[in-house]
């Protein structure tokens, strides 16, 4: 009598499985679209066609991977589309003023580290809803690269190396590529076997509990930011290297598809659960939608269209299982 | 529903027949996951008399409210009103068989007019279907006439005062035609004046002949209002006298039940000498005011106080969870400064929460996380935790406080909530400290997994932790204690060992000052 659990039989399900059968669903997705896909266009799974969707993925996940990190600690960052651009423009600038590849590097790093910790102060310190609070950091960004500039900072050294960032190779696979699986693989190692990433889980999961736990939460949601900031300073040189300039109309829209790929990955918006791999696996189905939707000659504005009909399907098959399961 | 406006200019009360008993509740039994909250309660309300329901926390009034008001079904037993068989499936139901339950939330529209929430439910409509803003306007004021409530129905509901609108609450009862009329603890928002002024109304109502059920714990209201009172006591029936045959005695009796010093064996020695924690003239700002006690390594210091004494505001003060305004709190010798929980559990003093599910559980994730929470960094080297060492340190928990779970990776919601807390108890253990602070720590916990929850508490002073307990159960308190410490009013009103304390002692200790300060109990 004092011992009852509340669920019968599917107590025995444990946690890795839940989440791992949502992302068996997503994998079957991703390979049916490719499938489909390469079935009326054969062109689809040609090296070049590959390679750019590759491409197209890196920037996406390597945004995405922080992302992933903030949302499973129950917050999230709207700025990230915004700062992309001021990002590119600010490395561009520096880059021009000093003919210094180190430099200019360093400064938009620095400048996008800092905009992930204003954010984070806002959101800790402040105490504003993410929501709202990376929403005022998003419009202040979006203002602001007007004030630093109107129109495109060019590249007036055309220093090789730089160039490279975006568009060169290392072995066979784009260096974009390669930034983005040595992020993923250090912000998934971090989640899955690190106190720290176990402490985000808590924080997203019940922050109060792990306050009273005597874990400091507020810093560790800061840093939070701090790294998704950190990635999107990269992700915004490598744009701006595929580019050859500092574009401040460029990222609009970037941070719903970031945000689009981590929900679509099953990661919960209310924080606790979620994985990196579901991430990943969420970037690749809404690139290879886009990608197709190119290559079968649809009409682009669908680009934008399928993948918001998805995610709808998708929170809501997720429903449907965690509706069975609980 | 109301498109009939006739009901309020007649004066009619609601249709009685004079014998029938107004509400009838036979064998009524309700159980949650984990929990037996009702068990065989009879309950008789008599047309025109006001029932008294008292009890404990705990004891089950709530949940039999909430069947009346059909928020819960009745698992077992059945329900006759006016004679009639009637089953209660939802709140619309409920107030169909004209049953209208008060609840302590009030639950008006504040952006309404009175007038509008009065008529929330049907507003009168004219021929073209349209709402009767006049009909809604007249027939508020003079339904408030009729019953001599001075309330300007336009008045927005929010402007008012609480106790106005529990009585704009009141008047809908009377709109919608109920014959039964509960109130959930009325009086917990009340100036002595409003007090005056709701029996008034309360004695009105019965004069039109509505049964009157009154929930609540203050002895001397029921003395005042009441015909009859019945007592439950965790979720049984105890006792249903006539007011006039029960003592201020009789009822406490009733109310704690008798000997239960003895169902809770004491296995520990003595307590230590050693003060393990110590607080000096602890103030908040909204509640506290100079609190000063110590508490020993392998002592328990039981502290009581009715709701609103401060005892959660207290637990979440001296652990570092809420901000302080003056005072000291030392742990081992060592000040709590700054005031924060890192520094707090660094020196050796946690919280076990009143509230597991917001404050302690993180129901998604699974249960041996929740476990090794606060002290995961011992299962780390280099950042990277040991996954290894963590779960065996887990199952050792596991097995040593025979926490049923199917697993170690179950979702920690999953289990039931006496399991539940033996897994946050083991996340104190794990961390290993120096006082651990226990807040109604069998809350939401079933008989059988109480006496297990009440031998770990025992264990842990016994291993030679200070206990500092909050509880508002009289069992818990003197079954555990080594010393009791009485709260009221966010003071301290008295501090005796458990060998001088008596129950009379304690509740005149938590009851005495609050008629002091706000003459609530006669003596």
Request: net charge neutral; with cysteine; charged share 20%.
């Amino acid at each position: 009598m004092t011992e009852i659990l509340r669920t019968g039989a599917s107590g025995r399900t444990s946690f890795a499985s839940l989440t791992g059968s949502g992302q068996l669903v997503l994998g079957v997705l991703l390979v049916a679209l490719c499938l489909g896909i390469s079935a009326a266009a054969p062109q689809f799974y040609s090296e070049a066609n590959i390679i750019a969707i590759l491409r197209q993925c890196a920037l996406v996940l390597i945004v995405a991977s922080g992302m992933t990190m903030l949302i499973i600690a129950a917050e999230v960052d709207l700025s990230v589309g915004a700062s992309l651009a001021f990002v590119g423009c600010v490395g561009m600038a520096v880059l021009n003023a000093t003919d210094s590849l180190a430099l200019g590097l360093v400064s938009a790093l620095a400048f996008a580290g800092a905009v992930g910790l204003v954010n984070g102060i806002v959101v800790t310190l402040l105490r504003v809803n993410s929501l709202i609070g990376t929403i005022g950091t998003m419009m202040m960004l979006q203002g602001g690269v007007y004030l630093f500039t109107r129109e495109a900072v060019q590249n007036h050294h055309q220093l090789a190396s730089f160039t490279a960032l975006g568009a060169g190779y290392w072995g066979p696979l784009p260096i974009p590529v390669i930034f983005a699986v040595a992020i993923f693989a250090l912000c998934a190692v971090t989640l899955r076997f690190t106190t720290i990433g176990r402490y985000l889980y808590a924080v997203g999961a019940n922050e109060r509990a792990v306050r009273l736990s005597g874990i400091r939460s507020a810093r560790l949601k800061l840093a939070a930011f701090v790294v998704t900031g950190l990635c999107v300073g990269v992700a915004g040189l490598i744009l701006a290297s595929l580019m050859n300039a500092g574009q401040p109309t460029a990222g609009r829209g970037f941070e719903l598809t970031v945000i689009a790929a981590v929900i679509l990955g099953g990661t919960s918006l209310t924080g606790g659960s979620g994985s990196l791999f579901g991430t990943l696996l969420g970037v690749l189905v809404l690139k290879v939608i886009d990608n197709g939707i190119i290559i079968l000659g649809w009409n682009q504005d669908l680009q934008m269209v399928v993948p918001g009909i998805i995610i709808i399907l998708a929170s809501y098959f997720d429903l449907l299982r965690s509706r069975h399961h609980a | 529903m109301h498109d009939d406006p006739t009901l309020f200019s007649d004066g009619a009360a609601p249709a009685i027949d004079i014998g029938v008993p107004a509400l009838e509740l036979r064998g009524i039994g309700k159980r949650f996951p984990g929990v037996l909250a009702l068990e065989n309660v009879d309950l008789t309300l008599e047309p025109g008399k006001v029932h008294a329901l008292m009890g404990e926390n705990g004891a089950g009034k709530s949940t039999l409210i909430k069947i009346l008001a059909g928020v819960y079904q009745r698992d077992a037993g059945t329900m006759r009103i006016h004679g009639r068989d009637v089953a209660i499936r939802s709140p619309r139901d409920s107030l169909r068989q004209g049953i209208k339950v008060v609840f302590q939330e009030i639950a008006l529209i504040n952006e309404f007019s009175v007038a509008e929430n009065i008529f929330l439910e049907g507003h009168p409509t004219d021929r073209l279907g349209s709402i009767d803003w006049r009909k809604i306007r007249t027939g508020c004021a003079e339904l408030f006439e009729r019953i001599g409530f001075a309330i300007d129905p336009m008045a927005r509901t929010g402007s008012l005062p609480v106790s106005q609108q529990q009585m704009v609450e009141i008047a809908r009862a009377l709109a919608h035609q109920a014959s039964i009329v509960v109130m959930d603890e009325p009086t917990s928002s009340l100036t002595p004046k409003e007090v005056k002024l709701l029996f008034t109304i309360i004695r009105r109502l019965t004069a039109l002949g509505i049964a009157v059920l009154y929930v609540s714990h203050k002895l001397d209201e029921v003395f005042e209002i009441a015909d009859t009172v019945t007592v439950l006591r965790d979720g049984r029936h105890i006792s249903t006298r006539p007011i006039g045959s029960h003592t201020d005695d009789s009822l406490i009796q009733d109310m704690i039940g008798r000997r239960i010093v003895d169902l809770f064996p004491r296995q520990r020695g003595a307590a230590g000498s050693r003060v393990a924690l110590s607080v000096r003239g602890l103030s908040t700002t909204h509640k506290l005011s100079d609190i000063s006690f110590e508490a020993r390594a392998g002592e328990v210091v039981g502290f009581f106080g009715l709701m609103g004494a401060g005892r959660t505001e207290l637990a979440k003060a001296i652990v570092g969870y809420d901000p302080i305004s003056a005072g000291a709190i030392t742990v081992d010798g060592r000040t709590l400064a700054p005031h924060n929980t890192a520094v707090g559990v660094g020196l050796g003093i946690g919280l076990l929460s009143e509230d597991r599910k917001v404050e302690g559980l993180m129901g998604e994730l699974p249960m041996y996380q929740n476990a090794s929470l606060a002290s995961l960094g011992r299962f780390a080297r280099h950042g990277f935790v040991d996954a290894g060492r963590e779960r065996q340190a887990v199952q050792g928990f596991v097995d040593r406080f025979r926490i049923k779970t199917p697993s170690l990776t179950q979702k920690v919601k999953n289990l039931s909530g006496g399991n539940q807390q033996k897994v946050l108890i083991a996340r104190w253990l794990m961390r290993g400290l120096k006082v651990i602070v226990v807040d109604e720590p069998t809350r939401g916990i079933d008989v059988g997994a109480k006496s297990e929850i009440f031998s770990l508490i025992d264990e842990l002073a016994g291993a030679g932790l200070a206990v500092v307990m909050m509880t508002s159960e009289m069992p818990e308190l003197l079954g555990l204690s080594d010393r009791i410490v009485v709260l009221a009013e966010g003071r301290i009103t008295a501090t005796m060992s458990r060998q001088d304390a008596t129950q009379e002692m304690i509740l005149n200790a938590a009851i005495g000052a609050k008629g002091r300060t706000s003459h609530e109990f006669r003596h």
